[in-house]
């Protein structure tokens, strides 16, 4: 589950889940929701895989994120389902999705950098909660 | 998430500057001091910048204060609005946190010799070219792409590099910030991503509160001034808001990561880790420097070939060439930069230090060796946009601003809503229909972008331009209103 909260310049994500890896993957979703409407239609024809090996979870969680906006940007992919596993440090995630197409996708912002200002990403009774701040 | 209110000290010092005590926390090495009037100073605690202003003044080699402008809101380590000056002979440390993501986001504005009653016939279909012929928006290429040697050049040159393409002209680099170029630009410092994101997007507006808008000039307040600036009441003019883009965002983002133990490696105490900073001299300062300068380069790159596509459309919409038209630059002004100059630092004597301006304006005043010669005279340019709805200014620099902060002065209008409570404020409204019940068209890539973007969501930009006119920092020239604007 994921939701926006108040910024003053830029825009807040809360997100929520049982597992950490639930986690990364709502926390996917969210970030390609907030680039574009309706992220949902978007069909997963085209897949790509992204490995990253960090124990610190605060970190690969923005590593994480920064990886999947430098998708968007350098090859323009919108990315709907996530498929995430781990084995030691080393996460390996199955993304898939599509070519983002300006005429078929309606934009809601431009993400500039997702930020470690108040970066939080902690357990707490069973549940995983992650809070980032993206720079709109 | 917001920590609430600030609720630190803050003592008038005079109607226009309230000043936060050293005393106030540990760690802090100067004052800080804030620009703003009465009725500014309960908006200013509404959130933690003053507490931002407090924290920037525990920096290492920091000079006479940390500042902040009237247009101050909540950032990350600095608030937008902070000014910090440090002096790397006294282990003074560069930040990427004190220019923000954006590096040489900035404001360039260009005159014609139409008035707006001969626009206007035309502005629905000037707005319709510029908005489909204007890369904006997310995920847009540029008209421009550079294979990687030449845009390294780029990156080094700046603006001469366009010129050298016919794509600048002499007075368009004359009247620009620097000339459009920070020397000691090391692209090589910059990492693979940078360069990729950079390569197609030079040229491309962007989005958020980045815009192209026709403007035409209200009102005159120095006559003087706007006569040396080539300005008239009528004048119909452009004003083009956009930094250093993917490839801008990707250095800042680099920074941070490669600074990461920095302040633990050279003992700087921080008490926000989003003040990540390394002494300007070492290694990780000077490979920051570098790769800022050559972001910084970049966006003046961005800005011209944005002008150059603007001369295009005008030219084709009035069927003639932008030169009849007089599309002269008047100037362009960088408001996320950290610039290395020359400055007073107390018993007459002068220093160089890292001048970090993150959402603030340099405004020099007159006699001022960087000047273009045409403005020395008088000053130069400040070029402060409002919102989408309201004005836009031109004031020029004035002593003042060297005596209490560096040569610097506001920005913009400053955001009060959050950009959840601006949608929200604007449920049911249609913001472009509004906007043209006023006259005014607004073409937006994002209708979402639009809402967040409403005139309730800023400060009132004429009250912010008014303090830093009282406060003697830039004195008031014109009044731009807007007259049609493309936002991505």
Redesign the interface.
């Known amino acids: 589950m994921y939701e ?9 994500l ?1 997100i929520t889940a049982t597992t950490f890896e639930d986690l990364l993957a709502e926390a996917g979703f969210a970030l390609f929701s907030t ?3 309706n992220l949902s239609g978007v069909k997963p024809q085209r897949e790509v895989t992204v490995e990253i090996v960090q124990a610190n979870p605060v970190w690969l969680f923005f590593d994480w994120l ?1 990886e999947l906006l ?1 998708l ?3 090859r ?1 992919l919108l990315l709907c389902q996530f498929q995430i596993q781990f084995c030691d440090s080393k996460m390996t995630a199955i993304c898939r999705g599509d070519s ?1 197409c ?1 005429k078929n996708n ?5 993400i ?7 970066l939080k990403v902690e357990q707490n009774e069973g549940n995983w909660i992650a ?1 980032v ?1 993206l ?2 | 998430m917001s920590k609430g209110a600030y609720k630190g000290p803050l003592e008038r010092i005079d109607d226009y500057c309230w000043r936060i005590p050293k005393s106030y926390k540990d760690g802090m090495r100067v004052d800080g001091l804030i620009y703003v009037d009465s009725t500014l100073v309960d908006q200013l605690c509404s959130d933690q910048a003053p507490e931002q202003v407090a924290n920037v003044a525990c920096l290492p080699g920091i000079q006479m204060a940390s500042l902040a402008m009237p247009d101050i809101h909540w950032g990350y380590g600095f608030c937008i609005g902070g000014v910090c000056a440090t002096d790397p002979e006294q282990g003074g440390v560069i930040s990427p946190g004190g220019v923000g993501y954006d590096i040489n986001c900035g404001i360039r504005l260009v005159r014609t010799n139409l008035h707006c009653s001969e626009v206007k016939p035309h502005l629905q279909h000037l707005i319709d070219r510029l908005f489909s012929s204007l890369p904006c928006g997310i995920g847009k290429e540029g008209n421009y792409h550079f294979k990687k040697k030449e845009l390294k050049k780029l990156l080094e040159q700046g603006v001469p590099f366009l010129l050298n393409r016919g794509l600048a002209t002499e007075l368009d680099l004359q009247r620009t910030e620097a000339q459009g170029c920070l020397a000691g630009a090391e692209p090589d410092n910059l990492s693979e991503r940078a360069i990729e994101r950079g390569a197609k997007q030079c040229g491309t507006l962007g989005s958020g509160n980045h815009f192209v808008e026709v403007q035409v000039i209200d009102q005159i307040f120095d006559q003087k001034a706007a006569t040396v600036f080539g300005l008239e009441q009528h004048m119909v003019c452009v004003m083009i808001h956009s930094g250093s883009r993917g490839l801008g965002y990707q250095v800042c983002d680099d920074s941070l990561r490669q600074l990461r133990g920095a302040a633990s490696k050279y003992g700087i105490y921080l008490p926000d880790q989003q003040l990540a900073c390394a002494p300007a001299n070492s290694h990780e300062g000077k490979h920051y420097i570098g790769a800022m300068r050559a972001a910084a380069n970049f966006a003046w790159c961005n800005r011209q070939l944005l002008l150059w596509q603007t001369r295009e459309v005008f030219s084709e919409v009035f069927g003639r060439a932008w030169e009849h038209l007089q599309m002269f630059q008047i100037y362009d002004v960088a408001h996320n930069i950290a610039k290395f100059e020359r400055h007073a630092v107390g018993n007459n004597s002068f220093k160089k230090l890292w001048v970090h301006r993150k959402g603030a304006t340099r405004a020099f005043p007159a006699n001022h060796p960087e000047l273009p010669e045409e403005y020395r005279q008088i000053g130069q340019p400040v070029l402060i946009p409002g919102d989408m709805g309201t004005a836009s200014w031109v004031l020029v620099g004035q002593p003042k601003s060297m005596e209490k902060t560096f040569g610097t002065t506001c920005h913009g209008a400053g955001r009060i809503l959050s950009r959840t409570a601006a949608v929200k404020e604007a449920r049911g409204r249609l913001i472009d229909q509004e906007l043209l019940e006023r006259g005014i068209i607004a073409r937006a890539q994002s209708r979402q972008g639009l809402a967040e973007e409403h005139s309730q969501a800023y400060k009132d930009v004429d009250h912010i331009v008014e303090v830093v006119h009282q406060a003697g920092l830039s004195k008031k020239v014109a009044r731009l209103r807007p007259m049609g604007v493309i936002k991505g």
């Open positions: 926006y909260f108040d910024h003053t310049a830029d825009l807040g809360r680039l574009v409407e920064t430098f968007f940007e350098s323009h983002f300006p309606l934009q809601k912002h431009e500039k950098a997702i930020t470690y200002h108040e809070e701040i720079d709109i």
